[in-house]
């Protein structure tokens, strides 16, 4: 299987991870774009092939069909309704599952065997919906998760202890919204506990910042997407690089029967093995509320 990268929507999110895979040694060597908007689809492709002669390594760039998705290594699913100012993601929960059942069913009946990434909001239950329509084994579909608010919370502690994000060693778990938490008990910096080197006030501040960055940004410019375009790369060389990274996407967690963020060893064959981190009593119950808030939503469009 050659690595092909079918993204289906070319809106904000779609293109600021098309143009990060561009500017990046990511092992990816065609790059194809599908919108029901056949027009924004095909300049889009064609912005892109202009900035091919000064990317790092060479790839095909074109507007394509449903039907290219069959021998694709990965399908990014960026489609759906936005989030709007003072909007959750939970509110957008009915309208995108019917885009995303859709949007599956089509991508299935190319004879498409890869990996789906999914990233349309809300993330965790469209991912379930995602599975639950293409019928593909549950390593093979994966949600963005919480890699975007754990590198949110990594770069506010490196700013709160002055060093590069990549020494911070932290996770954000459980659903992609007003419900995740840090896990604080298991975040460190270097050798030391991260509750030892920062009080619990700035925390707080710090976990409440996160949690509402993307409020923020959409409050100030109406969408935000070039963080999780990024991610969505970083997730993509971890798979088709066969990498073995640790990230906490969005992944099956068998007993709470949902999809949900949390650390996982990503590769190839997509999702190779569940993290455990330890979690104290306080932290394990967010998890198990986290979980039900999704289960909840799931129901009402399954």
Same mark, same amino acid.
């Given at each position: 299987m050659q690595n092909k990268v079918v993204i289906i929507g070319t809106g904000n999110v779609g293109m600021s991870y098309a143009y990060a895979v561009l500017n990046q040694q990511v092992f990816v060597n065609e790059l194809v774009l599908i919108? &029901?908007?056949?027009?924004?689809?095909?300049?889009?492709? #064609?912005?892109?092939?202009?900035a091919l002669p000064f990317a790092p390594t060479s790839l095909r760039v074109r507007r394509g069909?449903? &039907?290219?998705?069959?021998?694709?290594?990965? @399908?990014?699913i960026t489609a759906g309704a936005n989030q709007a100012p003072?909007?959750? &993601?939970?509110?957008?929960?009915?309208?995108?599952?019917?885009?995303?059942?859709?949007? =599956?069913?089509?991508?299935?009946?190319?004879?498409?065997?890869?990996?789906? #990434?999914?990233? =349309?909001n809300p993330l965790d239950v469209m991912t379930y919906v995602a599975w639950h329509t293409s019928k593909l084994p549950k390593h093979k579909v994966i949600g963005s998760g919480t890699v975007l608010d754990t590198a949110r919370l990594r770069y506010a502690l490196g700013d709160e202890?002055?060093?590069?994000?990549?020494?911070?060693?932290?996770?954000?778990? $459980?659903?992609? $919204?007003?419900?995740?938490? @840090?896990?604080?008990?298991?975040?460190?910096?270097?050798?030391?506990?991260?509750?030892?080197?920062?009080?619990?006030?700035r925390r707080a501040a710090i976990e409440?910042? @996160?949690?509402?960055?993307?409020?923020?940004?959409?409050?100030?410019?109406?969408?935000?997407?070039?963080?999780? $375009?990024m991610c969505m790369a970083h997730? =993509?060389?971890?798979?088709?690089?066969?990498?073995?990274l640790v990230l906490p996407v969005s992944n099956y967690n068998e007993q709470a029967g949902v999809f949900i963020g949390s650390p996982a060893t990503i590769g190839r064959t997509g999702v190779k093995k569940r993290v455990y981190i330890g979690l104290n009593a306080k932290e394990q119950k967010q998890f198990d509320v986290s979980a039900e808030v999704i289960k909840s939503a799931i129901k009402t469009v399954i």
């Open positions: 919108d &029901r908007n056949i027009k924004d689809a095909e300049g889009e492709a #064609l912005d892109l092939e202009d069909t449903y &039907r290219d998705c069959k021998d694709a290594a990965l @399908v990014a003072s909007e959750t &993601r939970m509110s957008l929960v009915q309208k995108n599952a019917a885009i995303i059942k859709e949007i =599956t069913k089509n991508v299935m009946s190319s004879g498409f065997g890869g990996i789906i #990434l999914m990233v =349309t202890l002055k060093t590069n994000p990549k020494n911070i060693h932290a996770y954000v778990v $459980g659903e992609h $919204g007003d419900s995740e938490f @840090v896990a604080w008990s298991s975040a460190n910096f270097s050798m030391g506990k991260i509750t030892s080197l920062v009080d619990a006030k409440d910042g @996160v949690k509402n960055a993307a409020y923020d940004i959409i409050a100030k410019k109406g969408a935000t997407h070039y963080g999780i $375009g997730i =993509t060389e971890a798979i088709l690089g066969d990498a073995d």
